[in-house]
């Protein structure tokens, strides 16, 4: 079956893309951030391959990112209870193996729907002062346009930027409705923002972004984790907000019956 750009998608994938559709008429690098204070982010996982990626550890098992961080091959392992990733953090620092991905079904990099990954971890890791997980909530409420949430990651600092961040940023992003967000003058619907999808960026007064670097990371509204970061254009334009996989009940469902079903 083809989906609306003449793309295949499975059967299911088709429905779950027709229901998240939204209509004109209705309703991954940290740029203008600061640096986080050490290890207060303690769910934050970096993800190298060969690139970087973020995460978020939600489990002693389990670590949320984006399905597209994998590429074309499988995430080996994860990084924890890092600050600066070319210090010396042997104290703080857990690197774990991963012994398995699992991309949501109906990822599709071309809509950049379900753009959803769990990693599950090869062995449980060890809460400390350092790495804690960041447990999901039974529903997520969707943040209202003008809300200010929060990302982090170790992307690039500025689009022109050669490299990552050696440390951990974060910055305050300002929600954008789905409307204005498929309007002309910000995506036009190329691609089209779903309800599954959030967009985020500029409060209009100053840059406020993630990009490259950052994809995989977490969308935190009021302190609970609401999306992953997904993609954007370029970095820090007010009109091309960065975008982000929502947590919505159905994302929320497939995440929590995948970890309860895989294999042990």
């Known amino acids: 079956m083809f989906g609306p750009k003449g793309f295949i998608l499975p059967a299911p994938c088709v429905i779950l893309l027709l229901l998240f559709l939204i ?64 210090a010396d953090e042997k104290d703080s620092r857990q690197v774990v193996g991963v012994q398995r991905n699992y991309p949501h079904p109906c990822y599709d990099a071309v809509e950049k729907v379900n753009d959803l990954m769990l990693l599950k971890l090869k062995k449980k890791v060890k809460e400390t002062d350092t790495v804690k997980c960041l447990r999901l ?27 990552g961040s050696d440390i951990l940023m974060s910055v305050n992003v300002t929600v954008i409705s789905r409307q204005t967000c498929n309007s002309p003058e910000y995506y036009n619907f190329k691609p089209i923002i779903t309800n599954s999808m959030l967009c985020a960026g500029s409060d209009g007064k100053k840059k406020a972004d993630t990009c490259q670097g950052d994809s995989g990371g977490p969308l935190l509204c009021n302190r609970a984790l609401v999306g992953v970061t997904s993609f954007g254009h370029k970095c820090g334009l007010p009109k091309k907000p960065g975008v982000y996989s929502l947590l919505t009940d159905k994302q929320l469902m497939w995440i929590k019956s995948t970890m309860k079903i895989s294999i042990q």
Do not use: N
């Not at 074309?72 to 070319?86: A, D, M, N, Y």
């Open 23 to 86: 209509w004109p008429g209705h309703g991954s690098e940290i740029i203008g951030g600061k640096p986080v204070e050490p290890h207060s982010l303690r769910y934050m996982a970096l993800v190298k391959k060969p690139g970087m990626c973020g995460g978020t550890l939600i489990d002693p098992m389990w670590v949320l990112t984006a399905a597209h961080c994998a590429g074309q091959s499988s995430i080996k392992e994860v990084f924890l209870g890092v600050h600066s990733i070319k």
């Open 137 to 163: 909530g039974s529903t997520v409420k969707e943040p209202e346009p003008g809300t200010k949430c929060l990302v982090a990651g170790w992307g690039k600092t500025s689009y022109v930027a050669k490299q």
